[in-house]
Every structure is written in C-alpha cells, then in structure tokens.
C-alpha cells in the first residue's frame, strides 16, 4: 500500500486521496514549469540571458527588456500554458467518462462545434472585429455539446453512444468548416486555417486574462469532483451499485469538459492532441487515481504547448509557425507510442 | 430476383449517369449531347461542354463512388464492424496526406506518381489503425477500432493544415482536395488510375464466395480450409487501391462506403456475391446523384461534393449509432 494524503472536509461533502508520489512528482513538474518558463522567455529572435530575464521578473533590471518579456513572449507563454491546461483536463475528463483512452475534445466534435463557428466568423464576419471569435468558439462548442448529448440520450446516455454520435458530429462540423474555406476570398482562407491548425501568435494580455478565469474556476472544479470521475470510470453498474449519480455526474462533467475545451480554443485555437496525449503521459506519472492526475495532467499539457509553442517560434526563425503543427507532429507519433506500449492495460 | 435487382441498379445508373451530362449550369437538351458523341462539333460551346467537362465528371465519380462504396462493404466484412468504411478509419485521409505531401513539397504533378503516394499513405493508415485498434483487452471492438479511426483522421488532417499553413501559396491549389471534387481533373489526368483501380474491382468482385466464408469467423474460415490471412490480406491491398485512387483523383469524399454497404444489406441480405456487384453500382449512382445536388445547392457556385456526401452521410451514422448496432 502506497503512502496517501487524505483530504476530506468535516462533513464529508468532499474528499480525495493524493498519493504522497503525486505530490513529489508535482513538486518536480513545477520546477521543470518554471525552468522552461525561463528558457522560453530567454530564446527568440533576440537572446536574452537568462539572468536578465530573472532581473526583469523581480523587477531589478528596469525597462530594459520590457518590451520583448513583458509585451512579446511572456503573455504568449501564459496563455499557451493556460490553453494546455484546460485542454489536458478537459481530455481527461473525457477519457473518465467515456471510459476509453482514445477519447478527446478534438475526435468527439467539441472542438469542432468550436472551430465551425469561429471560422464563421472569421470569413464572413472580418468587418465585425476579430475580438468575437472567442465568443463564437465557446458557444459553438457548448451547442454542439449539447446537441450530441440530447442525441445520445435514450434511456440515459451511454459512453459509447455520445462518443460515436460525437463522431458523426465532428464530421458534420469538418464539412461545415470546409464549406466555409472553400466559399471564404483568399485573405481569410489563410487566417482561418491558421486558427484550424492552432496557434497563439500574437497573444497579448487581454487574451490571458480572458482565459484565467475558465481556468481557474474549472480546473480546480475538476479536481474536487475527482472522485465523482474515479466512480465514472468503474463502469454504470458499479457506480450505480455504489449509490452514484451517474446520468447526472455524467452530464456536469461533460458541461465542464466542455467549458474548458471550448475556451481553450477559443483563445489559442483548435490545437489537438493535447487533450489525447496529455492524460497518457500522466497516468504513466501519477497512476489512475483522477486526485492525482488532475493537477498533474494540468501541467503536463501546459507544457505541452507551451514547448510545442516556443518550438514553433524559434526552430524555424524567421518563420512564426502555429503551435498546433508542432503539437500533432511530435505528439502524434508519440502518442501512438504510447498506446502500443500500454497495450496490455 | 438478385439480378433483376442489380439490372433496376444499372437501369438507376444509366439514368444518373445521363441526367448528370444533361443538367448543370446550363442545361443541355438530349439531342444535343447526343450529337456530342455521335457527330462532334468542336466549334460548338454546349456540345464541347460535354465532351471535356461532364463526361469526365460522370466517369470519375461513377470510378470514385463505386470504389469507394466497395471499399467500405470490403472493410465491414473485414472488421465485422458496420461502423467500418475507409474515411472513418483514416484511411482516406492518411492517403490525402501523402498525396498533399507529394505535390506541395516533391512538386509532383502527375496522378501517375501521386497515385502511388495515395497508396503509400493508405497502407499506412490501414496499418496505423489496426495497430491502434487491436491493443488491449478489448482488442478490436467496434468502439475501439471507430475510435482509432476517428484518431488518425484528426492526425492526419492537422498534418494536412500543418503542410497548407507552412506553404501557404499552394493552399488554394489544393483546397479542392480537402473538400473532395469530382470536376478538379480531366479524364486524361484521371486516365492513369483507372485500370489499377479496375483491376481491383474485379478483384473484389471474384473474392465474394471467400469473404462470405470469412464473415462467418476466422474459426469456421480456417476449418472451411480457407487461407485467413492470404485472404485478409488481398481484401487489405485492394481496399488500399480503391481508396487510395479515390482520393488521389477526387480528394476526401466521406461516407459513401458506409451508407452505400448498409443499403445494399438492406436490400439483398448477407451475401457478398451480391453485395460487391451492388454496392459497387449503388454507389456510382449515389456520387453522380450528389454531385449533381452539389451543382445546385448554392448556385451559382458549386458546393464541394465531399460536403454534400458528409451532409447525407453524417446523419445516417449517427442513427445507426443511436439505434446501437448488430454485427455486420
């Protein structure tokens, strides 16, 4: 039996385990975080040495590199960290609930009720200000939701079913969004497809604290409803057997899933990948408890696109590219891996 | 009975197959498109209309629909699964990729050549998604394998994006792909894939008494003295030259080998002696029906036929999933 930290309010209303391993290994992810942090605020089309960066941090070094740190790349990091976040968990919450690893907000059509109405947007409605985006995706993603649960609801709804009319769902929205491109002028094809493939290029302030809150309120939300997940994952005639409320967990799970999904999106475009790849790696770290992977999913997918951004803007300089390229190109194969290696799970 | 069936199924090409010479933009009477075959006039605008533009988009999407709705009823026997057609388990789009890869970045022109990438990229496909789907416990459930497949397309078409987004000059040069197109190539460009995508078709027609022995278990296949795996393996490979010919010649068009399989189940049962020759008519019918919707619905552009299948098609599979599935 391994060592746990028990956390459980007096009333019992909420309560976790949280291995004792977890916590280490969160201590570890938060160090990696934050020298990746400065190494990403230190590489670019200027070099900045890393002891300037920190001087800029504590705030000793003055205005010299106000600019480039505080205006160019720090705002960009966050949010691609942020983004990650609530990608990884909403994947997570969603490979719970569907009780399949291979499920995520980008193959069951949440991310594509997102992009369908942000590309809407974006090539017919230019003239309206580009700040509506976000907006759209969000309510993109929540209708499309919403229209694949009320379609998988018969009698309850079964994981199988919400994710293969998820499936179908996500076709429908692919065609819509090909539609769009394909009727759109050229300026806003190539504006579009940038947003289809992912990137946070030109994220500014305004966008992270936009993205905060989502993130906040949710992540942490995800975690205190973790065992709720755990019973989820049991399977409906054991969690009904142990007095469950699956339909209903199922339901607001789904809904927060969603909310993170849609926002990430919203702000940092249809990055896939994340949802899929970042919960593998950490029950590869963390075991299945969802206590624990919680937070540790949380930081490993915002490392993810927060390498995969700082990849994108640096590898290839001059070349800006998106972060989504980057996130499916080393996080496909190796999400691919990962699967072949858990095979026997 | 079964051969009048098939001979009604013909009868339904032959008309769709006419009515899409006859009507698009402008519409052509009979007689005229008659005399474009019987004695062609080249200085005539309708008649050239004919002979270069809308023959060769019948002719290509009765190939693309026919292959494809019998690569679809080939991959439900294969994988037992009725969800199972090459598009939604990333077959198509593993082949778009490569052949995206082969003519934005190696600049090949020629179908003859990129071809050969749409059957690289399939087989990888094929390959990736069996892999995918067949690891662990429950190795092979129509869940599991739906959503490997439904994996790989996501992989696959952010390659795809990844590709336009770095080469952005190209992006309209192969939009039509994306959105799948039965009028981007002339009959002459097509003209290369044809006898592959043929032989593989009749192929699949001789192999019918040998699937019907495997769909009913490898167990009974085996002790039946059936060779599995050569089997299996010769419905693979022409699985992979009829989509990847498809999508090579026409791009990503979805669905048409799922609806077209559970059509014909419907209407001649569990035999595949009948079903390939069906599926392969019905499905030609179905393209040349779509395509000729697609000519309409937003007049005066032209809809992507690819959209127009997805429209027809996405509703069916979500019934079939909403109504749960028996094996196929």
């Not at chain 2, 005399?35 to 999407?61: C, G, K, P």
Request: proline share 4%; hydrophobic share 55%; charged share 10%.
């Amino acid at each position: 039996m391994r060592k746990h930290t028990v956390l459980r309010s007096r009333s019992e209303s909420f309560s976790f385990i949280v291995e004792n391993r977890t916590i280490r290994m969160l201590l570890i992810l938060l160090g990696l975080t934050a020298l990746l942090f400065l190494t990403g605020l230190s590489v670019g089309s200027t070099f900045i040495h890393p002891i300037a960066v920190m001087k800029h941090l504590i705030g000793t070094n003055g205005e010299e590199h106000a600019f480039v740190i505080g205006t160019l790349r720090l705002p960009r990091m966050v949010l691609s960290m942020l983004a990650g976040m609530a990608l990884g968990v909403a994947g997570l919450i969603l490979q719970g609930i569907v009780r399949n690893p291979l499920a995520s907000p980008d193959i069951v059509g949440i991310t594509g009720g997102a992009s369908a109405a942000a590309v809407y947007v974006i090539t017919f409605h230019s003239e309206i200000s580009l700040k509506w985006v976000p907006l759209a995706a969000i309510s993109g993603a929540c209708v499309v939701s919403l229209l694949m649960y009320a379609l998988a609801r018969n009698n309850g709804v079964t994981p199988i079913r919400l994710v293969l009319i998820g499936i179908g769902i996500q076709s429908l929205t692919s065609a819509a969004v090909t539609l769009m491109i394909v009727l759109s002028p050229t300026y806003s094809t190539s504006e579009a497809y940038i947003w289809l493939t992912g990137s946070v290029y030109g994220a500014n302030w305004n966008h992270v604290m936009s993205l905060l809150p989502w993130v906040v309120i949710f992540v942490p939300l995800t975690f205190v409803l973790s065992r709720k997940l755990n019973v989820q994952e049991l399977g409906d005639g054991v969690a009904l057997g142990l007095g469950a409320k699956v339909q209903r967990n199922r339901f607001a799970l789904l809904l927060i899933s969603v909310a993170l999904a849609g926002s990430a999106v919203a702000f940092a475009g249809a990055i896939g990948f994340v949802g899929l790849m970042a919960p593998h790696i950490s029950r590869m770290l963390a075991g299945r408890s969802f206590g624990s992977l919680v937070p540790v999913t949380a930081l490993i997918g915002g490392m993810i696109v927060f390498m995969a951004d700082t990849a994108a803007r640096t590898l290839f300089l001059p070349l800006d590219l998106p972060a989504g390229v980057f996130v499916s190109g080393i996080g496909a194969p190796f999400f691919i891996y990962l699967l072949y290696r858990n095979r026997h799970q | 009975m079964k051969a009048l069936g098939l001979w009604a199924c013909f009868a339904l090409l032959l008309v769709s197959f006419a009515a899409s010479i006859l009507w698009g933009q402008t519409r052509t009477p009979l007689a005229t498109a008659a005399s474009a075959f019987l004695h062609y006039d080249r200085d005539s605008a309708e008649q050239v209309i004919i002979r270069t533009t809308r023959l060769s988009r019948a002719v290509i999407a009765c190939m693309i629909g026919a292959s494809l709705a019998v690569a679809g009823a080939l991959m439900q026997a294969l994988t037992r699964n009725p969800l199972a057609s090459t598009d939604l388990f990333g077959i198509n789009a593993g082949a778009l990729f490569f052949v995206v890869f082969g003519a934005v970045f190696l600049s090949f022109n020629s179908l003859a050549h990129l071809m050969w990438f749409a059957f690289l990229g399939a087989t990888v496909a094929a390959l990736l998604v069996f892999l995918l789907g067949s690891v662990g416990r429950d190795a092979l459930s129509p869940i599991k394998i739906v959503l490997a497949g439904a994996a790989l397309t996501a992989l696959f078409s952010s390659f795809t994006s990844g590709l336009l987004v770095v080469n952005e000059q190209n992006l309209e040069g192969v939009l039509f792909w994306i959105g799948g197109s039965v009028s981007g190539r002339t009959l002459d460009m097509a003209y290369p894939v044809f006898p592959v995508v043929i032989a593989a078709g009749i192929l699949a027609l001789c192999l019918g008494p040998a699937v019907n022995i495997l769909t009913s278990g490898d167990d009974i296949a085996k002790g039946l003295g059936q060779k599995v795996i050569a089997v299996k393996l010769l419905m693979g490979a022409i699985i992979v030259v009829l989509a990847g010919g498809s999508v090579a010649v026409g791009g990503l068009i979805g669905f048409i080998g799922l609806v077209v399989p559970h059509l014909v189940r419907s209407l001649v049962g569990i035999d595949y002696r009948w079903i390939i020759p069906y599926s392969a008519v019905l499905g030609a019918s179905l393209l040349l029906m779509a395509d000729i919707a697609a000519r309409f619905v937003i007049r005066p552009e032209e809809m992507p036929i690819g959209i127009v299948t997805a429209l027809i098609g996405a509703p069916f599979f979500i019934a079939i999933a909403r109504r749960g599935f028996r094996k196929a």
